[in-house]
């Protein structure tokens, strides 16, 4: 079955520092794979997806991700995180219709 | 720009009430999907619907119906509301079939008391 592991619930992290949120899949083929940001009281906005080709994407905000098959995972990450990229963030694998969403993870950032 | 809308932001209502919650979707899409968030759980699909009059359950559908008579609009219908239904739901809605990312309305955080 579908599934999707965000093994960080909360982390906190230095205005200026690099940051990497960790996302694990499971599925049975070549997977979609999105990251959804989600600040207080908002719906989600897609930050990135990967259908395939090159396994680095970019997004907005100046965040990337990694696709790595061989490790199941999608991990995200930002070079320079500022402020305003305190949020909750969710990592999703589509399967046709329907997406599979892990439990997301918090971001604090630390001025 | 996509725009997802949904009915209210807030909404208070007692133990046994009819609830129903509102989605309308400004970009011609086939797709749309309900979905309750709950902390520690991510989200958790309810229904969806890829087409008017169509639907299909989702992860958890009991004690919720849906009802798709336009295209732009799908409501989340909760035929007698419980506590345990108390949540924050979030609609979406995305294109024709295939993985397409999906357009999140604002959620509308229900209390059920």
Same mark, same amino acid.
């Given at each position: ?111 | ?79 007698? $509301? ?9 609609? $979406? ?21």
């Amino acid at each position: 079955a579908q599934s999707v592991t965000q093994p960080d619930i909360h982390i906190t992290v230095s205005e200026g520092a690099s940051l990497e949120l960790r996302c694990n899949y499971s599925y049975g083929a070549t997977p979609y794979l999105f990251w959804y940001v989600q600040s207080p009281g908002q719906g989600l906005q897609l930050l990135l997806k990967y259908f395939s080709g090159d396994t680095l994407v970019q997004g907005i905000k100046g965040f990337e991700a990694e696709f790595k098959r061989s490790q199941s995972s999608f991990n995200l990450r930002k070079p320079s995180v500022h402020w305003s990229d305190a949020a909750e963030y969710f990592c999703a694998v589509g399967d046709f219709n329907k997406f599979y969403f892990g439990s997301g993870t918090k971001l604090n950032v630390k001025p | 720009d996509v725009k997802v809308t949904q009915s209210s932001r807030y909404l208070v209502k007692r133990t046994g009430e009819k609830v129903f919650l509102e989605c309308v979707q400004d970009m011609d899409h086939e797709n749309m999907f309900w979905y309750r968030q709950d902390p520690g759980l991510g989200l958790r699909l309810i229904y969806f619907s890829y087409d008017v009059k169509m639907k299909e359950k989702g992860d958890i559908p009991e004690g919720y119906s849906v009802s798709r008579e336009k295209k732009e609009r799908f409501s989340l219908i909760l035929e007698s $509301a419980s506590t345990n239904q108390t949540s924050m739901y979030l609609c $979406a809605s995305s294109f024709d079939r295939g993985t397409y990312e999906q357009y999140f309305g604002p959620g509308t955080r229900l209390t059920v008391t």
